[in-house]
């Protein structure tokens, strides 16, 4: 299957900071991504929906202000989480896809807020 | 999206099949349904799709009932590498592929 990178896998960050969070198409474009939120021992939940060139679309109860999203060419996204805090510290995970195609996940990042 | 509901764990031995069960009784006639997988730590991972036929493929295989209210994924020789969250989602074809709702899915350990 198509392959997905999310860079970095890991990130520790003081709290006030912000966090860029890169997400990949490597050997597609993706015209839609998207961004999960999974806190420990629950399962993923979507935070936004990503097109390329226009403004991501948020779920409800995500601010668009603290998580910026970027996409800004058919083969990245990108997820800024700004001025963090230690309850933003969780797993996200991007998904990209071409509009016939599955979605493909990739490995996650883990954020650490301290 | 329809509702799904699946056990919250399974375990199956090593060399064995690993047969899980998923009930959605609200699925649509034009709503499919998918597997996916997430081992600890990573991103999910796509198994099997269906619509109403059986599907099969490298991974597993999908037995989708005639009435299609619920399927079964069936990993025929389950090994260690296999423990996973294991995720089941109806929805409409790839049209919204990746927005996805996610359950709390069945966790499956495979044993020695």
């Known amino acids: 299957g198509a392959v997905v990178s999310q860079h970095p896998s890991w990130v520790i960050c003081k709290s006030g900071t912000s966090v860029k969070i890169e997400c990949r198409s490597l050997?597609?474009?993706?015209?839609?991504m998207f961004w999960y939120r999974q806190f420990p021992k629950q399962s993923l939940m979507l935070m936004a929906t990503?097109?390329?060139?226009?403004?991501?679309?948020?779920e409800q109860g995500v601010e668009k202000d603290k998580f910026l999203i970027n996409h800004a060419s058919l083969t990245l996204s990108t997820l800024t989480v700004t001025s963090a805090h230690p309850e933003d510290s969780s797993f996200y995970i991007c998904?990209?896809?071409?509009?016939?195609?599955?979605?493909?996940f990739g490995q996650g990042t883990r954020l650490t807020v301290v | 999206d329809a509702k799904t509901t699946q056990p919250p764990s399974m375990d199956c031995a090593e060399g064995r099949a690993a047969n899980l069960p998923c009930n959605h009784s609200t699925i649509s006639g034009n709503e499919y349904v998918y597997w996916y997988r997430q081992i600890h730590s990573q991103g999910p991972q796509y198994i099997i799709h269906?619509?109403?036929n059986n599907e099969t493929n490298e991974m597993a295989s999908l037995i989708i009932t005639e009435d299609r209210k619920s399927s079964t994924l069936i990993l025929p020789h389950a090994t260690l590498r296999d423990t996973a969250v294991y995720y089941c989602i109806v929805r409409v074809a790839h049209t919204n592929a990746g927005k996805s709702t996610f359950g709390d899915g069945t966790t499956l350990t495979v044993k020695p």
């Open positions: 998904s990209a896809r071409l509009p016939t195609t599955e979605a493909f």
């Open positions: 050997d597609f474009q993706a015209t839609t």
């Open positions: 269906g619509l109403k």
């Open positions: 990503s097109n390329e060139g226009s403004k991501a679309t948020y």
